[in-house]
């Protein structure tokens, strides 16, 4: 049941991810942290989901969805890409999982 759910999360990200990618015309693994900070607030931690799963395969089949390390993790991505927009959003994700990783 636990898998069925989560695989119904991943097919929702991906869903929101095309409403949230509307303005930019671009896969979010090319993202620039510009690209992410002008999606709306409400879409981005579906954007952190959606990058997270690009980060640990290269490609958006990962079942497995960390649902509490997104809401965790949002705010400080937003403020990393704050300060360098023009770095790539998924090298910024990457890091500040790695931050956290090792406050742990």
């Given at each position: 049941m636990k898998k069925h759910i989560l695989?119904?999360?991943?097919?929702?990200?991906?869903?929101?991810?095309?409403?949230?990618?509307?303005?930019?015309?671009?896969?979010?693994?090319?993202?620039?942290?510009?690209?992410?900070?002008?999606?709306?607030?409400s879409f981005q931690p579906t954007a952190v989901g959606l990058g997270e799963a690009i980060n640990k395969k290269g490609?958006?089949?990962?079942?497995?969805l960390d649902v509490d390390g997104i809401a965790k993790i949002t705010p400080l991505v937003v403020t990393a890409c704050k300060e360098t927009p023009k770095e790539s959003f998924v090298s910024k994700l990457k890091a500040e999982w790695d931050k956290v990783k090792?406050?742990?």
């Amino acid at each position: 049941m636990k898998k069925h759910i989560l695989f119904m999360g991943v097919v929702g990200l991906a869903a929101l991810s095309t409403l949230a990618q509307a303005e930019t015309k671009q896969p979010v693994a090319k993202w620039t942290c510009a690209d992410f900070l002008a999606v709306d607030e409400s879409f981005q931690p579906t954007a952190v989901g959606l990058g997270e799963a690009i980060n640990k395969k290269g490609r958006v089949e990962d079942a497995v969805l960390d649902v509490d390390g997104i809401a965790k993790i949002t705010p400080l991505v937003v403020t990393a890409c704050k300060e360098t927009p023009k770095e790539s959003f998924v090298s910024k994700l990457k890091a500040e999982w790695d931050k956290v990783k090792k406050d742990v």
